[in-house]
């Protein structure tokens, strides 16, 4: 009996944690990235869609993100003076690079200017 009581606790527990986890702050779903507009619209990145894609790691944006510690916005680093390159080198050699690879692959990811700088994002 004392077994039977111990292992329905550990389901219990290992239950609890899964959904915990499962529920786990995974940040906006969109995110209207504005800083450096000068020529083109504003990008409306849809973050909770590129978390799904396969093969998507959130280290893979979030590179400086060490456990346990909050996640902090691209312009904390980019474009403040530091190592960092700038807000908009970053964000397009990332963006671009992962897009160009996806094309590459068969797949469809917006490459132009205008496939990620829409007119609309705020209607989005």
Excluded: W
């Excluded at 700088?117 to 989005?124: L, N, T």
């Amino acid at each position: 009996m004392r077994k039977l009581i111990t292992m329905a606790l550990t389901v219990v527990f290992a239950t609890v944690l899964a959904a915990s986890l499962a529920g786990a702050d995974k940040g906006a779903e969109i995110i209207v990235i504005n800083q450096i507009q000068k020529k083109f619209p504003p990008v409306s990145f849809k973050h909770h869609a590129h978390q799904n894609h396969e093969g998507v790691q959130c280290a893979d944006c979030h590179h400086t993100t060490k456990a346990g510690e909050a996640v902090q916005a691209c312009g904390a680093c980019h474009g403040q003076g530091t190592d960092a390159p700038d807000y908009k080198t970053a964000m397009h050699k990332n963006c671009q690079g992962c897009h160009k690879k996806m094309v590459a692959d068969g797949k469809n990811a917006p490459t132009k200017c205008t496939g990620c700088h829409q007119k609309d994002v705020a209607a989005r």
